[in-house]
């Protein structure tokens, strides 16, 4: 697997926070993005901050709704690492590590909506995974036993 340089790294970061990391099906379409929620009908986006807002916090989030804005943070804190990167002052495994936690808890969302009987993709979970794996895979192996 070839090096990759923290500024395409920070690119395929900044990326990743731009896709829809869940699609739900329904009688709306929706797309989670780690900023907010996009409905198809009619066309409307929600930012998390809003949703957080008019839901009563965090809290009162369904436990499957947690999963959302628990992997924006840890999406944040990927984010913030691989900045650093940049600078010269990012921890790979840090880095790695977090966009793995982001994938696997922003899973809970779309296993929370398939128990409701919508059908969810988790295209977001799937690129932070294969993410930290194109990118950050050496320093995360050295890592793990």
């Given at each position: 697997m070839a090096r990759v340089s923290a500024r395409r790294r920070l690119l395929a970061v900044i990326v990743l926070g731009l896709v829809p990391w869940t699609i739900v099906t329904g009688a709306v379409l929706t797309f989670v993005f780690p900023f907010g929620l996009a409905n198809t009908t009619p066309l409307h986006l929600t930012p998390l901050t809003d949703y957080l807002r008019f839901a009563g916090g965090f809290a009162a989030l369904?436990?499957?709704?947690?999963?959302?804005?628990?992997?924006?943070?840890?999406?944040?804190?990927?984010?913030?690492?691989?900045?650093?990167?940049?600078?010269?002052?990012?921890?790979?495994?840090?880095?790695?590590?977090?966009?793995?936690?982001?994938?696997?808890?922003?899973?809970?969302?779309?296993?929370?909506?398939?128990?409701?009987?919508?059908?969810?993709?988790?295209?977001?979970?799937?690129?932070?995974?294969?993410?930290?794996?194109?990118?950050?895979?050496?320093?995360?192996?050295?890592?793990?036993?």
């Open positions: 369904p436990g499957f709704l947690r999963a959302w804005p628990t992997s924006v943070l840890l999406y944040l804190g990927a984010l913030v690492s691989a900045v650093g990167g940049v600078l010269g002052r990012e921890d790979r495994r840090v880095t790695g590590g977090l966009l793995v936690l982001a994938g696997v808890s922003h899973l809970g969302l779309a296993v929370g909506f398939l128990r409701t009987g919508r059908l969810a993709i988790p295209l977001g979970p799937v690129l932070a995974l294969a993410l930290a794996w194109w990118c950050y895979w050496p320093a995360l192996r050295r890592t793990v036993p």
